[in-house]
């Protein structure tokens, strides 16, 4: 009995701490929610301001103790609360929207406090190309926030950003989106999700589900809540001393800066001449730029910024180093290419090795196979296979030519091109035609690029760049197509048609008319005797200089012309549906059964379309 006395007291207890910690909570605000750098790789930053207060073991004990008392008990009247359909008003949102735009808009009150801590937001696309975005994000960042529609539930790239943060070992907050919608099922998306062991707190899990609109705006300021609440009870921090480490978010040339990246700050304070090396690449610090534009000093934790000052472009998920000196950047980059060429070396070694032993078989066998001819026959029987290797290699360079597609991608940012990239890997249609990727980079068009696709005889893609007039010119008069897009998907459809037209037509037979074999029998001609069906035309019409087929029990068993076609006594050209008339075939071993059926067709020359389905 004393037990369940005691028992009962640290429940409402815990009950008590969370009240406090909610209350607490409700003053917590975000102060500003700003869009940053726009790319295929997005980032949103939001300065957090919280009153200082205490968090350690017993508040997480408190919270998820309360939360598995209570929840299951007052969900339902909460979710009736916030998305009733009479209170429901909406909201425009847009990019580079602050919170206290929204919280305007929501008729919502904001209060000032003292900056202190920063919160930044990686928002990856949500299509499967993005995978690598997506990994990448889960390894930067210390919370995902898991997005799932409610008309459309768990989808294979949610079960691949779940994956993900598992593997990075980051917890989740799940918002579902769409909730404004009839059709929209929360539940259906919490259920869903059990069976990838992600566990909403309605289950008795300890994922956090807020129920959104990105729409109508219904929300949004307790997803924040719900995100920043996390974060104080996981207490993460980061040591704003020492030497500068972080993560390249996106990568991209700017004409005036030259190679800019776009990273975040995880430890140390970035300065202004600090030097820093990022994968095969290394820069001098000689210019910040915060998420506006606006040149800054100095980047502390968890803090976006633009970096200018690099030799080369490193790429989008490279680990940032600070070293001391620019000889000892020299130095990094050059190991490291060092031993990026040793690696590259090992691997043609091996290819050249299995190259090296085909060939030892293959001359091998040639030797096997002329050792017991006289001298005059082995050179007669070697002149004659070279002069046939000959003509043959020229035919087949041909064939190949025309069955082989040369591809170069530009892109805006890193992000971009690898996304792109990656959807081409998923090619599968080689037997079709080649895709071949010949050059990718980051950039405007160049005039080396039009160079390269004039000898490889292929077609430059460009997303989010341009190619200036002197370029186009320049490619009009070589021959080579220049195919700008602004949108990922467009480019992956022009590339799909650019490929089916590079196949081989294909031949359809489109069906004039039917007839039904009603008797057979032979007429003499000459000295022969020529099989004749009588038929009945059953549906449309019957051409003489068309093409027939005869078919049996549903198989057809032969395909021609015919040598003639009567009404009566009379020579015709067209039967109409309903007429009788006598035919036979040219080719006279076919013999004609009552029953069989007669269909004349023309051949129609239509474009091929490849089978390669990105996806989309």
């Known amino acids: 009995m004393n037990q369940k006395v005691l028992k009962l007291e640290n429940l409402l207890r815990f009950h008590t701490v969370f009240r406090q910690l909610h209350s607490l909570g409700q003053r917590r605000i975000l102060a500003q929610w700003n869009h940053v750098f726009s790319s295929a790789y997005p980032v949103w930053t939001a300065q957090l301001c919280i009153r200082p207060w205490q968090t350690d073991a017993l508040i997480g004990a408190a919270l998820s103790q309360y939360r598995l008392l209570v929840t299951k008990k007052e969900g339902r009247s909460q979710k009736s609360q916030l998305f009733s359909r009479k209170s429901k008003k909406e909201v425009e949102v847009w990019i580079g929207m602050t919170i206290e735009e929204l919280a305007r808009a929501m008729e919502?009150?904001?209060?000032?406090?003292?900056?202190?801590?920063?919160?930044?937001?990686?928002?990856?696309?949500?299509?499967?190309?993005?995978?690598?975005?997506?990994?990448?994000?889960?390894?930067?960042?210390?919370?995902?926030?898991?997005?799932?529609?409610?008309?459309?539930?768990?989808?294979?790239?949610?079960?691949?950003?779940?994956?993900?943060?598992?593997?990075?070992?980051?917890?989740?907050?799940?918002?579902?989106?769409?909730?404004?919608?009839?059709?929209?099922?929360?539940?259906?998306?919490?259920?869903?999700?059990?069976?990838?062991?992600?566990?909403?707190?309605?289950?008795?899990?300890?994922?956090?589900?807020?129920?959104?609109?990105?729409?109508?705006?219904?929300?949004?300021?307790?997803?924040?809540?719900?995100?920043?609440?996390?974060?104080?009870?996981?207490?993460?921090?980061?040591?704003?001393?020492?030497?500068?480490?972080?993560?390249?978010?996106?990568?991209?040339?700017?004409?005036?800066?030259?190679?800019?990246?776009?990273?975040?700050?995880?430890?140390?304070?970035?300065?202004k001449g600090s030097i820093l090396v990022a994968g095969k690449s290394w820069a001098k610090v000689r210019l910040m730029f915060d998420e506006n534009g606006k040149i800054i000093h100095e980047a502390c934790p968890s803090m976006p910024v633009g970096i200018v000052g690099w030799r080369d472009l490193p790429s989008a998920g490279d680990e940032i180093l600070e070293v001391e000196s620019e000889p000892r950047a020299r130095a990094v980059v050059d190991w490291r290419k060092y031993a990026l060429e040793q690696e590259k070396n090992k691997e043609d070694l091996k290819v050249?090795?299995?190259?090296?032993?085909?060939?030892?078989?293959?001359?091998?066998?040639?030797?096997?196979?002329?050792?017991?001819?006289?001298?005059?026959?082995?050179?007669?029987?070697?002149?004659?296979?070279?002069?046939?290797?000959?003509?043959?290699?020229?035919?087949?360079?041909?064939?190949?030519?025309?069955?082989?597609?040369?591809?170069?991608?530009?892109?805006?940012?890193?992000?971009?091109?690898?996304?792109?990239?990656?959807?081409?890997?998923?090619?599968?249609?080689?037997?079709?035609?080649?895709?071949?990727?010949?050059?990718?980079?980051?950039?405007?068009?160049?005039?080396?690029?039009?160079?390269?696709?004039?000898?490889?005889?292929?077609?430059?893609?460009?997303?989010?760049?341009?190619?200036?007039n002197v370029i186009q010119k320049s490619a009009a008069k070589k021959g080579v197509k220049i195919k700008l897009h602004k949108i990922i998907y467009r480019l992956i459809e022009d590339l799909q048609e650019e490929l089916s037209s590079r196949l081989p037509c294909i031949l359809e037979e489109h069906p004039i008319g039917e007839a039904s074999i009603l008797a057979t029998f032979s007429v003499t001609e000459g000295k022969k005797k020529v099989p004749v069906a009588g038929c009945r035309v059953q549906k449309g019409q019957l051409e003489k200089q068309k093409k027939f087929k005869l078919i049996r029990n549903g198989d057809v068993i032969w395909k021609g012309s015919l040598t003639s076609l009567k009404h009566h006594k009379d020579d015709i050209s067209v039967i109409k549906t309903g007429m009788d008339c006598g035919l036979s075939l040219s080719e006279e071993k076919i013999e004609f059964q009552v029953g069989d059926e007669i269909v004349c067709y023309e051949e129609k020359e239509v474009p091929a379309k490849t089978s390669w389905d990105p996806g989309f």
């Open 352 to 468: 050249i090795e299995e190259k090296r032993k085909e060939h030892q078989e293959a001359h091998q066998k040639a030797r096997e196979k002329y050792s017991n001819m006289h001298w005059k026959e082995r050179s007669f029987l070697k002149y004659k296979e070279k002069k046939e290797q000959k003509s043959s290699k020229s035919e087949e360079k041909e064939e190949r030519d025309s069955h082989i597609l040369p591809v170069i991608i530009k892109g805006d940012v890193v992000g971009s091109v690898e996304a792109i990239v990656n959807i081409m890997h998923t090619y599968d249609a080689s037997h079709e035609c080649e895709l071949e990727l010949v050059h990718f980079g980051v950039g405007d068009v160049s005039e080396n690029d039009v160079n390269l696709a004039e000898t490889f005889r292929g077609v430059i893609y460009g997303f989010n760049v341009n190619a200036g």
């Open 108 to 271: 919502k009150d904001i209060v000032s406090l003292p900056s202190g801590e920063k919160v930044t937001f990686l928002d990856t696309p949500g299509h499967a190309a993005f995978s690598a975005m997506r990994a990448r994000g889960a390894q930067v960042t210390d919370i995902v926030v898991l997005v799932v529609a409610a008309d459309d539930g768990v989808m294979k790239q949610t079960v691949e950003s779940i994956q993900h943060a598992k593997d990075a070992q980051v917890p989740i907050v799940l918002a579902i989106n769409k909730c404004d919608k009839a059709e929209a099922d929360p539940e259906k998306v919490k259920k869903e999700l059990l069976a990838y062991d992600v566990v909403c707190e309605d289950y008795g899990g300890d994922v956090q589900a807020v129920h959104i609109s990105a729409l109508t705006g219904d929300n949004l300021m307790a997803l924040a809540e719900a995100t920043i609440a996390l974060a104080e009870v996981l207490e993460l921090k980061a040591d704003p001393t020492g030497p500068v480490e972080g993560t390249v978010i996106e990568s991209f040339t700017d004409k005036g800066r030259g190679p800019v990246t776009t990273a975040i700050i995880q430890r140390g304070t970035l300065r």
